[in-house]
């Protein structure tokens, strides 16, 4: 048995396949986390319809009488200028897809508190699987969860009336799904991270609930970053869903003025981080 | 002392939690192919003990070799010679038996078809086989056990770990659960380390016994050993002439005293020198109408070496153990 030989990857799709195995066993779960984004889709993304705001149905100012050709015209430009497109229930459809990875991608720390509290843990540990392997696994479930779930809303969008840019190609989602991959990578590594050394699934409940509406909140999910004060802004520059966000618009939407560059590579340097701490603070935070 | 070469191997090994020293400069010798148990109270040390010969633990100071190999330097060399089943039972109760075994080979590297044939063997062996496909969270506390023990052996260790394997189960449990420990020793002849606060499975399983107290082991030996430590069988003779018996004993240099009817003394290796003094009395002309030999209870060796009965301890650990079980039960 001692010669077997075990590699630098030993273990994570060990750790990953069980989180899965559970995860798909209860599709209720699955249904529940789906609620929340649905709903905003459907119910704000609909009835906060922006771009019926400035049309010449809604935009009646007495004396001046313009053409409602006009008004159309400068509607779809204000419309083009702040959102990037059109529609606003695309744009709000885009950010539901980071919203989804953020939701799903919280909850990464919570089974490992469960395998801590219930000793699991300890088993584990006298296995073979190094440490930083062990966490990364359950990063890796998380993942590959999240990814699912956000495949889910992306269908429920375009079901729900959600338009992609002309010329669309396969390209543009792989690269959608990249941008989930590595923003959910970092979420969840982070969200392990705050789980590794604690056994109070309460605690990790209430860091879940804190951060979350400010991640979302301090991002450009609902409006674009134009829209923002300046002190609002300066904080969604740091966050990444904001990266996430951008760089679906602009692969999926059209949005124009998008760096994609820079959108990769801050989500890249974001889920390297955490990925990294997280492996590393494994080692002695997982040992007694 | 040790039978082949060492299994295991302490030295000095010591865990110290801020003030509090869990274990103390122990030492241990466990040859290959044994079956050593660490005997004694809840808080004695044992589980902390495993834990660093685990590797789970890192030791505040002092080294021990596992299989050959340092449990600080090497130890994921350890890992993968040794099996564990830890006091709680760490099966995933959203899992059946199957899969829980099949998740546990897949933490070895084992090959799939390996993985199913060792695992439906070992579920044949602990007599689960018609629950492989339930989930856990439905089996009682003695097929928990069992499961635990399977999901123990799935890398075929060469040295098993068994932290009270028996720990808060009834008594027909318990005695099964050393039939299965026993066969799985008899067919893989691995090394067994166990730990346990009862005497009776320590006196009836172990080939050697090491007796712990307050983080030290106070005492090491075979059960016949540790019982001859105290000073041999108590002896009880029921004779014609008391005090003609007596003398002839005292000649013998053995100190007997008189309790109800019967004359009573300590006999180190009774089977041997019991029939020279039965011939001693009879020469005497010393009529023996009845003879009785008892050997000391591991309760009384616990006593003479820690000044403690082991009882005392049991209760809380059982509590303990009962709490945790309510605990897992909050979780659904």
Avoid: C
């Avoid at chain 2, 199957?98 to 044939?117: K, Q, T, V």
């Avoid at chain 2, 000649?251 to 004359?263: T, V």
């Amino acid at each position: 048995m001692s010669s077997r030989r075990y590699g630098p990857l030993h273990g994570i799709w060990a750790v990953a396949n069980r989180e899965l195995i559970k995860w798909y066993k209860v599709p209720f779960i699955m249904g529940i986390s789906l609620v929340q984004p649905v709903l905003w889709l459907a119910l704000f993304g609909k009835a906060m319809n922006l771009g019926n705001l400035f049309t010449s149905s809604s935009l009646q100012i007495p004396g001046l009488d313009l053409p409602s050709q006009v008004i159309d015209e400068l509607g779809r430009d204000i419309m083009l200028r702040v959102f990037g497109v059109t529609d606003y229930f695309s744009f709000l459809a885009a950010g539901m897809l980071s919203f989804i990875v953020l939701f799903m991608s919280m909850n990464s720390g919570m089974s490992l508190i469960w395998d801590r509290r219930l000793g699991v843990l300890n088993k584990l540990l006298t296995t073979p699987v190094p440490r930083s392997n062990l966490v990364i696994g359950k990063s890796v479930a998380s993942v590959i969860k999240s990814l699912a779930q956000a495949s889910v809303v992306l269908l429920v969008a375009v079901l729900l009336g959600m338009r992609f840019r002309a010329g669309l190609s396969a390209l543009d989602f792989l690269g959608t799904y990249l941008a989930l991959f590595l923003l959910s990578m970092g979420l969840s590594s982070l969200f392990l991270l705050l789980a590794l050394r604690s056994t109070s699934w309460e605690s990790q409940m209430m860091i879940m609930n804190l951060v979350n509406m400010p991640l979302l909140f301090t991002s450009n999910s609902f409006y674009p970053l134009q829209m923002m004060p300046w002190w609002l802004r300066d904080v969604a520059v740091f966050n990444p869903i904001t990266y996430s966000n951008e760089a679906i618009r602009g692969l999926l939407l059209g949005v124009p003025g998008v760096n994609l560059y820079l959108d990769f590579a801050y989500l890249a340097a974001f889920a390297a981080l955490f990925t990294g701490l997280l492996a590393l603070m494994a080692r002695w935070m997982l040992s007694r | 002392m040790p039978e082949g070469s060492a299994a295991i191997v302490a030295r000095g090994l010591t865990k110290v939690y801020g003030r509090l020293v869990a274990v103390d400069h122990v030492d241990l010798d466990v040859g290959e192919g044994e079956v050593f148990a660490l005997l004694g109270p809840n808080g004695a040390g044992k589980t902390t003990t495993v834990g660093m010969l685990t590797t789970l633990l890192r030791p505040t100071e002092g080294t021990a070799i596992v299989g050959g190999y340092d449990v600080v330097r090497e130890p994921d060399m350890v890992r993968r010679v040794i099996g564990v089943v830890p006091q709680e039972y760490t099966a995933d109760e959203d899992l059946s038996g199957w899969e829980n075994l099949m998740f546990m080979a897949s933490l070895y590297g084992i090959p799939r078809d390996e993985a199913r044939r060792r695992a439906a063997e070992l579920l044949e062996m602990v007599e689960l086989s018609r629950f492989a496909r339930v989930k856990v969270e439905s089996y009682s506390g003695g097929m928990r056990r069992r499961l635990e023990l399977a999901m123990g052996l799935i890398n075929s260790p060469r040295i098993l770990f068994l932290d009270e394997p028996t720990l808060g189960l009834d008594v027909q449990t318990r005695a099964a659960i050393w039939s299965y420990i026993r066969r799985l020793k008899d067919e893989y002849g691995m090394t067994i380390l166990f730990t346990t606060h009862y005497m009776e499975e320590a006196d009836l399983y172990a080939t050697r016994i090491a007796i712990m107290d307050r983080g030290r082991i106070v005492k090491v030996g075979t059960p016949r050993e540790l019982k001859d430590s105290i000073g041999g069988d108590v002896v009880t003779l029921n004779v014609d002439n008391m005090a003609a018996a007596k003398e002839v004993l005292r000649s013998a240099g053995i100190d007997a005293r008189e309790y109800d009817g019967s004359l009573v003394f300590k006999l180190r290796d009774a089977s041997t020198a019991l029939p020279e003094i039965l011939r001693a009395l009879m020469g005497s002309g010393i009529q023996v109408r009845r003879m009785e030999v008892s050997e000391p209870t591991m309760d009384e060796v616990y006593l003479e070496y820690t000044g403690r009965r082991l009882r005392d301890a049991q209760a809380s650990s059982e509590e303990a153990f009962a709490l945790r079980a309510t605990l897992r039960r909050a979780r659904s």
